[in-house]
């Protein structure tokens, strides 16, 4: 007894004296759907390519989880008084997976690459008009022709080895093996992949490195494996051939397997309908306008279109992005659905009247003198939004409107539409990212290919907003602008905004650490990827981290 008794104490102080902290091991198997082709920073286009490349390579800084831009090769940086010049200092004894040290000429090589017109880098934009030098072995400078608030975020592009891509002619880039063979300093290493008799790659395997800069990673090791489309992905889930995926609707998930979490944040992005009132002068019409958007039930939308999975939006900036955002106000439409639907038509319908409108009782269509309330909405063929443009021409039809819906391929549309503006109305969507700048999709000089003003929008004072903003680098002082920016576009109404789309990562119960956060495109989740883990143990409480 007296045994017993001292093992029982003896396991009572080992729990008060140690904690669970998790330790190195295990591995974890992600699916996707698509084909890997450049796992390089400078190169990767598609969500699969960006998803490795974002795990094998390091920027001088990194996104954490809470959308903040923290160092990562840097050691360090500092930003002039203008805004115009950025200097980083690197870490100590940093390497790349084949031993190389990291040094300042590896970051200037990588960004010189980016702007090469022949190596035609997607990247290459962020680049333009920045030039870099490295003082020393350690000390980068950025100097850019105007202050440009974001920039910081551009520090996060992988750093390519010199000594391995040195000798690849830039034309040559797309072309190199080294595209899917990579060497970089991120917290994952290439290890091996199987391809298949067309050489495309099915599985690729990939080690934790022990000499990341942010520490070692948890995990040992990521296998990846793709899959053609949704459904043989999904056969691979049901078949426990994987543990995790992106971006598959929840009701096509066994839910047979309980050992799973949904983790979802709203992405920041911008999906709206955008009038061309350049194209059509009826769009012009202000009473048009705000008829149309005030009879858009978004929340219904995003319940029976989207499936849950969207943020309801009013405005041209994404949830999460400003510090202080608007309350939203509660639509007040009745209790039922046939009051909801009475009110909506009641509202649009004393909108169009004030402005001048007539509802011509035989075709059901409004009228303002000759002209009928009559437009196209054009889209691309992706199935929600598809879904999403049939809605709403069938709430603006209730109301009056004579809406037919134009789909189109996204190649087709892009070339043929959204290029040479050539739209009524334009269903789409505006990827508007961690770091806030509207510039491009709202300022009056954006409003011609390749601008990505798709509103044709033009005012003065949103203009100057607009430009402040992205010189200003102090965040509060940015908020302030584009509060006053947001009031001022959603008075003017250049669109209907519909709703910020959502992001989710199903993942088993045994992995922990996952932190979604913000999330603007999917290799964000592999923002503290380094932290998951699947194994614990159990240490003294004076050893624990």
Known sequence: MLGISILILLVAVNREATVVVPSRGGSITEGMVGSVRFINPILAVSQTDNDLTELVFSGLTKTLADGTTAPNLAASYDISEDGKIYTFILRDNITFHDG???????????????????????????????????????????????????????????????????????????????????????????????????????????????????GVPHLRRLTFRFYQNEETLLAAH??????????????????????????????????????????????????????????????????????????PLSGPIPPG??????????????????EIEKAWIETSHAILKKGGWSLDEESGIWHKKTTPLAFTLATSDAPELVKTAEYIAERWRQIGADVSVHVYTLSELNNTV???????????????????????????????????????????????????????????????????????????????????????????????????????????????VHTWYVDTERVWNIFAP
């Open 100 to 214: 190389e040290p990291v040094t300042a000429p590896d970051v200037v090589f990588t960004v010189r690459m980016a702007q090469h017109p022949d190596v035609k880098s997607p990247r290459r934009p962020d680049w333009e008009g920045v030039s870099v030098t490295s003082q020393d072995e350690k000390t980068i400078v950025f100097s850019l022709q105007n202050a440009y608030a974001p920039f910081l975020e551009n520090t996060t592009l992988g750093i390519l080895p010199e000594h391995v891509w040195k000798n690849v002619l830039p034309e040559e880039f797309p072309f190199s093996p080294r595209n899917t063979n990579p060497v970089g300093s991120g917290a994952f290493r290439f290890k091996s992949a199987k391809t298949d008799r067309t050489g495309a790659v099915t599985e690729l395997r990939l080690a934790s490195f022990p000499d990341y800069a942010l």
């Open 238 to 311: 049901n078949a426990e051939a994987i543990d995790m995926f992106v971006g598959i609707a929840p009701e096509k998930i066994n839910t047979r397997r309980n050992n799973l979490i949904e983790l979802r944040t709203t992405l920041p992005r911008v999906f709206g309908v955008f009038f061309n009132q350049n194209h059509l002068a009826l769009l012009a019409d202000p009473s048009v306008r705000a008829a149309l958007d005030a009879s858009v039930d978004k929340d219904a939308l995003i319940r029976d279109v989207l499936g849950g999975f969207g943020t």
């Open 321 to 338: 992005i400003l510090t202080e955002e608007p309350e939203r106000e509660a639509e007040e439409r009745g209790s039922d659905a046939e």
């Open 418 to 528: 959204i290029r040479p503006r050539a739209y009524d109305a334009l269903l789409f969507g505006e990827v508007v990212g961690k770091t806030l700048d509207l510039f491009a999709f709202w300022h009056s000089s954006q409003r011609n290919d390749p601008g990505l003003n798709l509103a044709l929008y033009a005012n003065t004072r949103a203009d100057s907003l607009l430009q402040e903003a992205r010189e200003t680098v102090d965040k509060k002082k940015r908020e302030e602008l584009y509060n006053i920016f947001r009031d001022i576009v959603q008075k003017d109404t250049p669109a209907v905004f519909l709703y910020a789309p959502q992001f989710m990562y199903v993942i088993p119960t045994y992995v922990h650490g996952v932190e979604l956060g913000v999330v603007s495109t999917p290799k964000d989740r592999f923002a503290e």
